[in-house]
T-cell receptor, first 114, second 115 residues
C-alpha cells in the first residue's frame, strides 16, 4: 500500500539555522504530496502542497519540491525561528475508487532554541 | 477563515461505555473524514463519508465504530463499547471535492482517554 517515510526526530536547531526534514514516499501512481504542521496543543494545519512532479510548494518560508525520480518531498527552510517549533507531518493522497484519504508519515518534532 | 471544529477537546470515559465525538465540518464541504493518532504514533485514517454513506474505511474501523451526519452541520463518530486501546487523539477533517491536490482541513482534535 501507499506509505510515507520521514526522518526520525526530534530535531533541535538554533534560531536562524537551515532546516531540512527528509520525506520519501511509496505509491502506485502519482500522489499529491503535502506537509502538515501541528503546533503544541493545536490540530493539523496544511503548510504546503504539490500535485505533480517538479512542483514546488511554499509557504511561510518553507519549501518542498516534488521529486518523482527520487520519490521525495523534503521540507526546507533557510532560517528557522523559535515560532517554527512544532511537529511536521509529510503526507500523500491518492484517489482510491474516486475518494481520497491522507496517508501520513510518523511526524518529525522540531525544536528551535534561541 | 472557516475552520473545522471538534467537541469536546478532551473526553474521559470508562472502559465499556459509549462515546460520541462531534465535529462541525466547513460549511460548503461535502467529504468528511475521521483519523486517529495514538500517542507517539502516526496519524491513521479511519473512515471517509460522502453523500450520507461511508465511502471507505480502514481495518481499524470495526463494528464498534459508526459515523453519522445527523443534520446539515454535524458529523459524529461513535464508539459503542470503548476499550483501553481506543485512547487516542481523534481528528475530523473535511474537503470540498476530490480534485487532485484538494487538501483536507483538520480540526484541533478530541483527546479520548479510556480509564
Amino acid at each position: 500500500g501507499d506509505s510515507v517515510t520521514q526522518m526520525e526526530g526530534p530535531v533541535t536547531l538554533s534560531e536562524e539555522a537551515f532546516l531540512t526534514i527528509n520525506c520519501t514516499y511509496t505509491a502506485t501512481g502519482y500522489p499529491s504530496l503535502f506537509w502538515y504542521v501541528q503546533y503544541p496543543g493545536e490540530g493539523l494545519q496544511l503548510l504546503l502542497k504539490a500535485t505533480k512532479a517538479d512542483d514546488k510548494g511554499s509557504n511561510k518560508g518553507f519549501e518542498a519540491t516534488y521529486r518523482k525520480e527520487t520519490t521525495s518531498f523534503h521540507l526546507e527552510k533557510g532560517s528557522v525561528q523559535v515560532s517554527d517549533s512544532a511537529v511536521y507531518f509529510c503526507a500523500l493522497t491518492m484517489n482510491s475508487g474516486g475518494y481520497q484519504k491522507v496517508t501520513f508519515g510518523t511526524g518529525t518534532k522540531l525544536q528551535v532554541i534561541p | 477563515e472557516p475552520e473545522v471544529t471538534q467537541t469536546p477537546s478532551h473526553q474521559v470515559t470508562q472502559m465499556g461505555q459509549e462515546v460520541i465525538l462531534r465535529c462541525v465540518p466547513i460549511s460548503n464541504h461535502l467529504y468528511f473524514y475521521w483519523y486517529r493518532q495514538i500517542l507517539g504514533q502516526k496519524v491513521e485514517f479511519l473512515v471517509s463519508f460522502y453523500n450520507n454513506e461511508i465511502s471507505e474505511k480502514s481495518e481499524i474501523f470495526d463494528d464498534q465504530f459508526s459515523v453519522e451526519r445527523p443534520d446539515g452541520s454535524n458529523f459524529t463518530l461513535k464508539i459503542r463499547s470503548t476499550k483501553l486501546e481506543d485512547s487516542a487523539m481523534y481528528f475530523c477533517a473535511s474537503n470540498r471535492d476530490q480534485t487532485l491536490g484538494q487538501p483536507q482541513h483538520f480540526g484541533d482534535g478530541t483527546r479520548l482517554s479510556i480509564l
